[in-house]
Structure formats: structure tokens, C-alpha cells
């Protein structure tokens, strides 16, 4: 009997979500644009797009926690060289963005920078090692019962 | 993927249309085509109610042999 209403079968579902997951990194690709033009480009103060900059860590940070925690990717996958090579990523990312905004800063505050953008990844990065870690445990426990 | 013929056949044998078939196993004549054309990929879930719906085994209809 066919239903009446929208049909949705594991098809249009799966290009449902495929369609939204592109769409969501379009919209993050494009609002970091934005954010970047708006600092480096046009100059504009910090406060002008605070509210768009903190959607956006909030969002990938959040994001990025998740797949790890419900994805359950197992800690022994993660060698050290590659959370060594995302580590160096971050600050070096993090510090040229931040001295670039501000160049006008003395070596010792380009320093001071480098330092809270080091501290500030390896917390990231210790948190996601955590979800990593407890959504593999949480798998396991379920696979156990 | 190649053409699942076999399923096709086997539809055909039960005297079903894609949409009688789609209606049976919870999906759209769409999806019924696409994986008849081999151009959709089905979950084993769906494989499974597909092989019910046409009183198959699951080898009889998506199996190939020689295939890696």
C-alpha cells in the first residue's frame, strides 16, 4: 500500500544527508571567509563580528568533538606523529593569524601570543583525545551488554 | 556496478511492478530502478527485504561471482 505524504526511503535519507554535510562545510568554508575578510581586509574590530566568529568556533569545535565521541575512532589509531603534526598545525596557524591582525607587537608580545595559542591547542587537542577515548569506551560497553 | 538483472528477473517472475516491489519493501520505485540499473548501492537491510519480497536468498539476487 503506498503511503500517502512525502516518500522517504534509506535513498533519499542518504542524499539527505549527504546534501546537508556539504552544505554545513560550504557554510563554515564561507563564514571563515568572511571572518578573515572582515579582520585582515577590511580592518574592522574584533567586536564588530564577534558573534559570527564564536558561532563558528563553537560549531567546529562541538562538531569535531562529536564525530570523534559517536564516530568511537579508536585511540591506538591515532599515532603520535599525526596529533604531533595537527598540534603544530594549530599554533603555528593560530600564532600567524593573531601576529598578522596585530603586527605592530614586540617580540616579546609576539611570545606572550605564541604561548596561549600553544597552551590553547594542546587543551583542544587533549579534550578530543578524551572524546576519542570515551566514545570508544561507550562502543564497547555497548557491544558488551 | 553492473545491471542487477537477476533481480529484475525476478521481479518480473513474481509478476510485480517497481512500484508494487518498492511499496512491499519500504522504499520508492526510484530506488527500485536505480538499484535494477546498478546505480544504487543498497543497505543489506533493504537487500534483505528485497530478497523476502521476491522469495529469493540474498545470493541469488546480489551476489557476483568473480567479482572483487
Same mark, same amino acid.
Given at each position: 500500500?503506498k ?13 539527505? #544527508? ?7 562545510l560550504?557554510?563554515?568554508?564561507l563564514?571563515w571567509?568572511?571572518?578573515? &575578510?572582515r ?5 574592522q574590530? !574584533? ?6 566568529a564564536?558561532v563558528l568556533?563553537?560549531n !567546529?569545535? !562541538? ?5 570523534? &565521541? ?5 585511540i591506538?589509531r591515532? #599515532? ?6 595537527? &598540534?603544530v598545525?594549530?599554533?603555528?596557524a ?8 596585530d603586527?605592530s ?11 596561549? !595559542?600553544a597552551s590553547?591547542s ?5 579534550? &578530543?583525545l578524551l572524546?576519542a577515548y570515551?566514545?570508544?569506551?561507550r ?7 | 556496478?553492473?545491471t542487477?538483472?537477476?533481480m ?7 509478476s510485480?511492478?517497481q512500484q508494487?516491489?518498492a ?7 526510484q ?10 548501492n ?11 519480497a ?13 567479482a572483487?
Amino acid at each position: 500500500m503506498k503511503k500517502p505524504g512525502l516518500q522517504v526511503d534509506e535513498r533519499s535519507a542518504s542524499i539527505f #544527508r549527504k546534501v546537508c554535510t556539504r552544505m554545513y562545510l560550504a557554510t563554515i568554508a564561507l563564514l571563515w571567509l568572511d571572518v578573515i &575578510y572582515r579582520q585582515l581586509w577590511l580592518r574592522q574590530p !574584533v567586536t564588530e563580528f564577534i558573534d559570527i566568529a564564536l558561532v563558528l568556533i563553537v560549531n !567546529v569545535v !562541538v562538531a569535531i568533538g562529536a564525530i570523534l &565521541y559517536f564516530g568511537g575512532v579508536a585511540i591506538p589509531r591515532f #599515532r603520535a606523529s599525526i596529533v604531533a603534526f595537527f &598540534y603544530v598545525i594549530c599554533v603555528v596557524a593560530g600564532t600567524a593569524f593573531w601576529i598578522l591582525k596585530d603586527p605592530s607587537g614586540s617580540t616579546g608580545a609576539a611570545f606572550g601570543k605564541l604561548l596561549i !595559542v600553544a597552551s590553547a591547542s594542546a587543551i583542544l587537542i587533549l579534550l &578530543y583525545l578524551l572524546a576519542a577515548y570515551l566514545g570508544t569506551k561507550r562502543l564497547d560497553k555497548d557491544l558488551d551488554d | 556496478m553492473a545491471t542487477n538483472i537477476r533481480m529484475k528477473v525476478a521481479r518480473v517472475e513474481k509478476s510485480l511492478s517497481q512500484q508494487e516491489l518498492a511499496d512491499r519493501v519500504e522504499a520508492t520505485r526510484q530506488t527500485i530502478g536505480l538499484i535494477e540499473k546498478g546505480e544504487y548501492n543498497p543497505t543489506l537491510k533493504l537487500c534483505l527485504r528485497i530478497a523476502r519480497a521476491l522469495d529469493r536468498t540474498l545470493d541469488q539476487l546480489f551476489w557476483e561471482e568473480g567479482a572483487k
